[in-house]
């Protein structure tokens, strides 16, 4: 059992466990971040990073999910973090996100970087704070209004 995770539920990093419908589902319809994102994207994003499903150890259904790309040597971006409604209270997203950061640490990824609009606390929990600079950080959306080329 992981020490980060209250008892009756278990972490699983084995994509082969995730509920695809469930995920999708959960993130398309009800997050902010992934609204109406298609299946066929929703599985090239888990094909491509590493999967931290979170399970009901008893009856083995999938209560929540995260997700970190990652080059496996100098950075990880945390993202698509959801618990399933029906378990919410529990503290199950702060236990996720420290199994989560205590996975990577003991991978020896130095950096972790994570984007929220409204779970900030959830996150301080697990040790992650604002950018000391966030001026040196840029994004790029090659379908932003303003984007030079279009």
Not at 8 to 15: F, H, Q, R, V
Not at 74 to 101: K, Q
């Amino acid at each position: 059992m992981d020490a980060h995770l209250p008892a009756g539920y278990e972490l699983s990093t084995d994509p082969a466990r995730l509920d695809h419908e469930r995920l999708h589902r959960w993130l398309s319809e009800d997050s902010y971040w992934a609204s109406g994102r298609s299946r066929e994207r929703q599985e090239r994003a888990v094909a491509g990073s590493i999967n931290f499903g979170l399970y009901d150890s008893g009856s083995g259904r999938q209560a929540g999910y995260a997700r970190v790309v990652t080059d496996h040597a100098t950075f990880g971006w945390l993202c698509d973090v959801y618990v399933d409604p029906a378990d919410r209270g529990l503290g199950l997203g702060t236990a996720l996100v420290r199994a989560v950061a205590a996975d990577l640490a003991a991978r020896g990824l130095p950096r972790v970087a994570l984007a929220t609009r409204d779970a900030h606390g959830v996150y301080e929990k697990a040790g992650f704070r604002p950018l000391p600079v966030p001026g040196e950080w840029m994004t790029w959306q090659p379908d932003a209004p303003d984007t030079p080329g279009r």
